[in-house]
């Protein structure tokens, strides 16, 4: 029997939780068909979650393309499909990538599976960003080499942390709907060990009393914790930290059956969010935004 | 006498990844290699050791790869166990590089020197002693701890104490019974 998974119409870190509620309670190896026919909208987040998602599946799942043209068009361009087509049986049209224009996206669906994918994707990504964030973002220059640095780092955590390959997709749009500003958005998510077992595999480790996944976000995000002991390690994620909070940006993290956020003024999500459907791995994503000229940033 | 050493980061780095388009230096894996690649050079000489680590044509650094590069290799040589006495100027970084390197450092506890256009100046976790010696000792140059202490206005046994822990940190050398700051031009 096949479980039919609804992909609601706008995808992004919070409506994934949706999806993400008709997989977990079914087994790994549960034939499952993805249904994004009516699916209009995807956040970078969304698009590489899906890729994620296929990769958690002992059975290889199916996947129904989204049926209006414009979002299959989209998807498209930022080499979802073309990915798509190695983790999913594709069921309905969709554009190849050769028939498609490039995507005006800042970095398109990248695979991460080792260290020179990082230096790829931050010298690809470098020229374009500082366009961006300076005209579009109307940040001060310094925010584009902390934009490149983010990245790396993010990007890093899937060779140090993960055990397996993961995704990376950056791209920068008008985000209407709950901003009304430009944003600029990095979404890096892999399906591997998670931050409790990476944190859980360090030598001597001993959990505390309540040790779960929100403790193990909290440990690695807020304190800089690292499964290596080197005193150096654990510099990344905070260096992340700093940057968005320096741009009013946001972080959000995601591991196993929690959520854990820096939320900016202009936001109202709950900085750390438990009792996730399980999801295995690690999904992140730092939203910056358009500077509000002499305003308050809200 | 003393080994000097121009190491061009930039170089060392497409050395490393055998690949001329990067010019970024990311990643743990890449900051280990290149500083294995310096400790290679600095071990070429037998005797004291001082290299210009530039990093003028280094796009950017992330906070991994400073981690390897920079506080591995400064820790390497200010252990007690250093392979060789070795002294370290650091050239070419810009604001952008800074962030990532201070932030080391801080976490680390390290200083190093800097050259800038107008000057060598110290960057990391320093006492405010340790910068004020350092400070007198660069600006006076090559000189006798008493010489160091009646420039800072302060006793000459606690400078003396102070040039010595700076010269453990390899901010300073001890030559011919000489204080010599890193980077002053008589160094």
């Known amino acids: ?298 | 006498m003393h080994q000097m050493h121009h190491i061009d980061v930039s170089v060392v780095l497409r050395q490393t990844l055998a690949c001329d388009l990067y010019s970024n230096l990311v990643t743990r894996p890449t900051g280990a290699a290149v500083r294995g690649q310096i400790e290679l050079l600095l071990g070429e000489s037998h005797e004291r050791a001082y290299a210009v680590i530039d990093f003028s044509q280094v796009s950017m650094i992330d906070f991994s790869c400073a981690d390897e590069v920079v506080a591995k290799l400064l820790m390497r040589y200010v252990a007690d166990d250093s392979p060789q006495e070795a002294y370290f100027l650091f050239r070419g970084v810009h604001d952008d590089h800074r962030d990532a390197i201070e932030s080391v450092l801080e976490r680390h506890g390290l200083a190093l020197a800097i050259e800038e256009a107008d000057g060598v100046s110290l960057l990391g976790v320093l006492t405010d002693v340790e910068r004020r010696a350092w400070d007198a000792a660069y600006r006076i140059g090559p000189a006798a701890a008493d010489d160091v202490a009646r420039a800072m206005g302060a006793g000459e046994d606690e400078t003396q104490a102070t040039l010595d822990a700076l010269g453990r940190r390899r901010l300073v050398m001890h030559v011919d019974g000489q204080y010599v700051a890193v980077g002053s031009s008589r160094g």
């Open chain 1, 1 to 298: 029997m096949t479980t039919v998974i609804t992909v609601p119409p706008s995808l992004d870190d919070h409506s994934f939780e949706q999806v993400l509620e008709q997989v977990a309670p079914l087994p790994a190896d549960a034939k499952i068909l993805v249904d994004a026919r009516h699916a209009r909208w995807a956040s970078p987040y969304g698009l590489t979650a899906l890729l994620t998602l296929a990769q958690t599946r002992a059975e290889r799942p199916a996947f129904a393309v989204p049926e209006h043209s414009e979002t299959a068009s989209y998807w498209g361009r930022a080499a979802f499909f073309h990915h798509a087509e190695t983790l999913y049986e594709l069921h309905g049209s969709y554009p190849k990538r050769r028939d498609l224009p490039d995507s005006n996206a800042l970095l398109d669906i990248t695979p991460i599976t080792k260290s020179e994918d990082v230096h790829n994707v931050v010298g690809r990504v470098q020229e374009r960003a500082q366009a961006i964030i300076k005209n579009e973002l109307n940040l001060e220059s310094k925010a584009i080499m902390g934009f490149a640095m983010t990245l790396s780092e993010v990007c890093q955590n899937i060779i140090e942390h993960a055990g397996r390959g993961g995704w990376v997709a950056v791209q920068s749009y008008r985000w209407t709907k709950r901003l009304g500003r430009r944003v600029v958005v990095i979404a890096v998510t892999d399906a591997g060990l998670g931050f409790r077992k990476s944190l859980e595999s360090t030598p001597g480790h001993m959990p505390s009393a309540r040790w779960d996944d929100a403790t193990a976000l909290e440990e690695a995000v807020i304190r800089g914790v690292s499964r290596f002991r080197e005193r150096g390690r654990g510099q990344g994620l905070a260096g992340t930290r700093n940057y968005v909070s320096r741009w009013n940006g946001k972080l959000s993290v995601r591991s196993g059956t929690a959520r854990i956020s820096i939320v900016p003024p202009w936001d109202d999500d709950e900085p750390l969010a438990e009792g996730l459907p399980q999801f295995p791995g690690a999904q992140v994503q730092v939203i910056i935004p358009e500077a509000v000229v002499g305003g308050a940033d809200r």
